[in-house]
């Protein structure tokens, strides 16, 4: 159910960009996703919420634990953060989190950090295993790849946030050529299986062995 909302006589720039205020009787924290301590507001962090939920599944413990913290709150699995006001913004999934050496990266701002490039039309980015990165930064981006050369996101990129920021392959699809869900998103899951296959690599992101050619062995 509902544990944030706005109000009807908030700004319209609130109603339209953020999810509100938490409701009475409901607690929101905004938390490390490995730790589940309070980040600073304004950090972005996994959305933690207490009020009306369950208290927890039925004999299993367990399963318990990964869902709910110590102390009673629900683990989303939704990333986002609280502005100094107390309104909740939503940012993207943690399951969607790129690992490039084991820092989290969001693919939300590689998006929006590609898209300022002039003559990007469209951007998704994506991670994908790799033996040495843990995981490598892919970026789908709908442009001219004569105009807009993997090079010119890579240094935009690289000049207006950290280096590690910065997408190790380039793939070039029309907008219209990419998958989408009835609601018109485009699916990370599957943006990472066409990565993998584009780029020759299986799903541990090793490359595949060469198949034989015909009549050879």
């Known amino acids: 159910g509902l544990c944030a909302l706005t109000d009807a006589y908030d700004p319209i720039d609130l109603r339209d960009d953020t999810i509100g205020t938490a409701l009475p009787d409901w607690d929101i924290r905004i938390a490390d996703p490995d730790t589940d301590l309070a980040v600073p507001t304004g ?78 039309r469209e951007v998704h980015a994506v991670g994908i295993p790799d033996p040495a990165r843990g995981e490598a930064i892919v970026v789908f981006v709908d442009a001219d790849p004569e105009t807009v050369p993997p090079e010119a996101i890579r240094h935009h990129i690289r000049d207006t946030a950290a280096k590690y920021k910065a997408p190790h392959h380039v793939l070039y699809r029309a907008g219209g050529d990419l998958p989408r869900v009835a609601s018109g998103k485009v699916p990370k899951t599957e943006l990472r299986a066409i990565a993998l296959a584009e780029l020759g690599l299986d799903a541990a992101g090793t490359p595949r062995a060469a198949e034989p050619e015909p009549g050879k062995c």
Request: avoid cysteine; charge should be negative; glycine fraction near 14%.
């Open 43 to 120: 950090t972005v962090g996994q959305i933690l919420i207490r009020g009306h939920l369950m208290r927890g599944y039925h004999k299993d413990s367990e399963r318990t634990a990964q869902t709910l913290t110590a102390d009673g709150f629900f683990r989303t699995g939704d990333l986002g953060w609280l502005d100094d006001r107390g309104y909740l913004h939503f940012h993207s999934r943690l399951s969607e989190l790129m690992k490039p050496g084991g820092i989290n990266v969001s693919p939300v701002e590689v998006e929006v950090l590609a898209g300022q490039v002039p003559g990007v």
